[in-house]
């Protein structure tokens, strides 16, 4: 007798020290599915026609599998080498900045026949499978084990989808811009056999966000999570909560490298929310609902939370509304890295109701009138840019106003970047360099500034022009300035060209297959160097041969297979020159390229071991407005500030080493009681601190690796003055206790059917005949250091279940 029963699997924490035997692939006993058959073609019948010179020709059927393997190809980033054999393919990358690189198989024929794509292999992070159509994408991403697992992607019900699949990705740690690492791949297989084993399933590339709602004050939002994963919100009001707040935070690691977030809210006709992404002012939308139909906001930055307002401003109310999706996704950016976007014109008031501002554009110059009462003075102006400047780190500007007044300057909105410009009647630049995606400029005119030493009135009426404004790109590392020069008369030529690049025409003659051009680089500007980046752009089909230091073991062949730019990365202890061939070993031929840049700059070295505790309460230092002085003595380091007219002055360490394995700080710090300090790690993730008068332990858990970390002392607050202790700092890993109630899979085909619900358990109903079993591998990094496992479940009365951790008898 088949049984067939339901049971519920409620998984609350995984504390795993022994289960690290779990990522290699099960031994439970083998199960009882049979192999998947493939059906044998028709044999067409001979024709009956009388004719005895026709001959009858039957297609050949289609092969039941397709190969992936030897037809990876890596894109122009230089973030992957791959290592190919017989039985397998090993890769190796290093992000070197970019989030989303991929590794690209070309699809040139309909795949729809196939029901599963097979993926077996090891190594470290996570890795993403992507399928790409023509209008759809679906993909799935899973961690990596030490040992091999041989996973299979059902695609069985996408038919239609995979007659458009244009081309089949693999992306390393998705989204993270500075992961080191490895993995290897022994199969990658497209089957038209049924997926069983460890089955995965696709999704749309989104992370859904509509989720961890929480009120910041009592009984005043209440959250229904609908089935279709809407969610209906209900809310009330009392006297003085205008201002209260509905709020979720992102997963850091889920969100990584998606940069654009989509909210469709709806709500009763009359009433409103407030939408305010990251807690910033700069992103926020008000949407007035005018019907029931639903309302969609797009923003476009890096988010890491959510904040909603019902009603902003109203006491006293109730409603009701309901967010039907908030979603992350990634756009590909419109603009690259040697591109320059001029934004002088399409300036607006950030508040055009106020009617503070006019402002017109002509022959290249926007000019801002302001016109406006004392309550007004903090109104801004604002460019938003129609696409997110990903590619795009440096913003110039140029501003000609009265002598006497002034200008705050905030990209993205941010008080980080914030520069103030105080008029002297000339054109003067400004120039802003951001570590994150370019999305907004935003000006306070002439605002009043009461906090400085000498208070400044702002102007009720007044006028400066914005002569100026663009973004470029700007590589780290220093650009190698020194000049090119050919080694044989007559075979290379150098031009400059005005966005500074240069352009190499070349001449080989007979008998010059290895003529070459060198740069010997400045001794000074290569010191401490240890990564060379090379920007090289050329016509398809030719080649160069690079070769820094002239040493053949950092040679690298770029081959020109499309008109983009390739970046090429060498790792070296010292740079001291480099050797260029055109078409290297071929004579008698001639051509160009060209130099986008070559930049020297210093990269961290691999990952710190785990179990090194990394002390940095010493070695602070101002950052650059002499606000804090910094003594270090006895152990520890105290810090006295004397802020004067400056709100957000900083203090700043920052980490020589590669901290990617490390997953909390730690500070010990004594200050005076009320007062505040604000800890900005990688100059992104804040956390406050209130002093108490006594020593005091700070904890927080890192899911980025730390670069620098700042301290503002008394944020926000001009004039501030006073100090503080710091009396240990440290970084270190410790291991955190991982949910594992997702995950699993069924490792027989039609045994098992798991389903997820709202509340996150799992509902299991099972028809089984024997030890058929669902399975769900960990990831070992993640489990280190863990030593319990607590399962909660729930089922039918008289049923059993057996539990196999580690696939261990003994357990």
């Not at 040992?147 to 244009?166: H, M, P």
């Not at 110039?396 to 002034?406: I, R, S, W």
């Not at 007979?510 to 050329?538: C, H, P």
Request: charged share 20%.
């Amino acid at each position: 007798m088949r049984n067939k029963k339901v049971f519920v699997i409620m998984i609350a924490f995984l504390l795993l020290g022994v289960l690290i035997a779990c990522t290699d692939k099960t031994t439970t006993t083998t199960p009882t599915t049979a192999a998947p058959t493939t059906t044998a073609p028709v044999t067409t019948l001979p024709p009956t026609t009388t004719a005895p010179t026709t001959t009858v020709t039957t297609e050949a059927p289609l092969p039941t599998t397709m190969d992936l393997l030897a037809d990876l190809t890596v894109g122009n980033e230089g973030v992957y080498n791959l290592v190919a054999s017989e039985t397998k393919t090993a890769v190796s990358y290093n992000k070197h900045g970019f989030a989303w690189p991929s590794i690209d198989i070309e699809i040139t024929e309909d795949i729809s026949r196939f029901n599963k794509l097979t993926v077996t292999g090891k190594g470290e992070g996570v890795l993403l499978v992507r399928l790409v159509g023509e209008t759809e994408t679906y993909e799935v991403r899973f961690a990596l084990t030490s040992g091999e697992v041989s996973r299979q992607i059902n695609i069985r019900d996408l038919d239609t989808f995979l007659g458009t699949v244009t081309k089949i990705s693999l992306i390393a740690e998705p989204g993270q811009k500075e992961s080191r690492g490895s993995f290897e791949l022994t199969k990658l297989e497209l089957d038209e056999g049924t997926a069983f084993g460890t089955v995965l399933e696709v999704k749309a590339p989104v992370y859904n966000t509509n989720v961890g709602w929480f009120e910041l004050d009592e009984n005043t939002y209440d959250f229904v999570y609908n089935v279709n994963q809407s969610v209906t919100v209900n809310y009330t009001k009392g006297a003085g909560q205008g201002w209260i707040v509905m709020k979720t935070d992102f997963d850091p690691v889920l969100s990584a490298g998606y940069n654009t977030l989509t909210v469709t809210v709806s709500g009763a006709a009359g009433k409103s929310v407030l939408l305010k992404p990251n807690d910033n002012n700069a992103l926020e939308r008000r949407v007035d609902f005018t019907d029931a139909n639903p309302v969609t906001v797009v923003f476009q930055g890096t988010f890491t939370k959510m904040i909603i307002f019902a009603e902003p401003g109203t006491e006293s109310v109730s409603g009701t509304f309901t967010v039907h999706k908030q979603e992350l996704s990634y756009q590909a950016p419109s603009v690259d890295y040697f591109d320059s976007v001029d934004f002088a014109e399409g300036w607006v008031a950030s508040d055009p109701s106020k009617e503070a501002y006019t402002i017109s554009y002509e022959a290249g110059v926007t000019t801002i009138d302001w016109n406006r009462d004392a309550s007004e003075v903090w109104e801004a102006v604002k460019y938003i840019f129609p696409s997110l400047l990903e590619q795009q780190n440096v913003i110039t500007m140029t501003f000609k106003g009265e002598a006497g007044k002034a200008i705050i300057v905030k990209p993205n909105g941010n008080n980080a970047y914030e520069k103030f410009v105080w008029f002297d009647g000339t054109e003067q630049t400004v120039t802003f360099k951001l570590n994150e995606p370019i999305v907004n400029v935003i000006i306070n005119v002439d605002p009043d500034m009461g906090w400085l030493e000498t208070p400044h009135v702002g102007s009720l009426t007044g006028t400066f022009d914005i002569i100026q404004a663009k973004t470029s790109y700007v590589f780290p590392g220093s650009l190698v300035e020194t000049d090119w020069t050919e080694n044989d008369p007559d075979t290379y030529d150098f031009t400059e060209q005005a966005d500074g690049s240069i352009l190499v025409t070349y001449t080989k003659g007979v008998g010059q297959s290895w003529v070459f051009m060198r740069n010997n680089f400045d001794a000074t500007a290569a010191e401490d160097k240890n990564l060379m980046l090379v920007i090289l752009q050329g016509t398809v089909g030719k080649s160069v041969l690079l070769k820094p230091n002239d040493v053949g073991a950092l040679e690298r062949r770029v081959d020109f297979v499309n008109d983009q730019p390739v970046f090429v990365w060498v790792n070296a202890d010292a740079f001291t020159k480099m050797i260029v061939f055109a078409e290297p070993g071929n004579e008698a031929v001639s051509g160009t390229f060209t130099i986008l840049g070559v930049y020297l700059t210093y990269e961290k070295p691999a990952a710190v071991e785990r179990d090194v505790i990394v002390d940095f309460e010493s070695g602070w230092v101002d950052n650059g407005d002499s606000v804090y002085t910094i003594t270090e003595a006895d152990g520890k380091t105290t810090v006295a500030y004397n802020k004067g007219t400056t709100e957000w002055s900083t203090m700043k360490y920052t980490f020589t080493e590669n901290l990617s394995n490390h997953n909390l700080v730690t500070l010990v710090v004594k200050g005076t009681a009320g007062k505040q300090i604000l800890v900005k790690l990688n100059n992104q993730y804040e956390t406050w601190v209130t002093f108490t008068g006594n020593e005091q332990t700070v904890e927080i858990p890192l899911t980025y690796t730390l670069v620098d970390a700042l301290i503002f002392a008394e944020g926000g607050v001009a004039g501030a003055t006073g100090s503080f202790e710091i009396i240990s700092a440290q970084v270190s890993w410790v291991p955190v206790p991982q949910d594992i109630t997702t995950g699993w899979v069924v490792n027989d085909a039609g045994t098992y059917t798991l389903v997820e619900n709202v509340d996150g358990s799992i509902t299991i109903t099972y028809a089984t005949t024997s030890y058929q079993f669902i399975i769900n591998n960990f990831n070992a990094d993640a489990v280190l250091g863990l030593n319990t496992l607590t399962v909660t479940v729930q089922g039918t009365s008289g049923e059993t279940l057996l539990i196999k951790p580690n696939d261990s008898n003994a357990l």
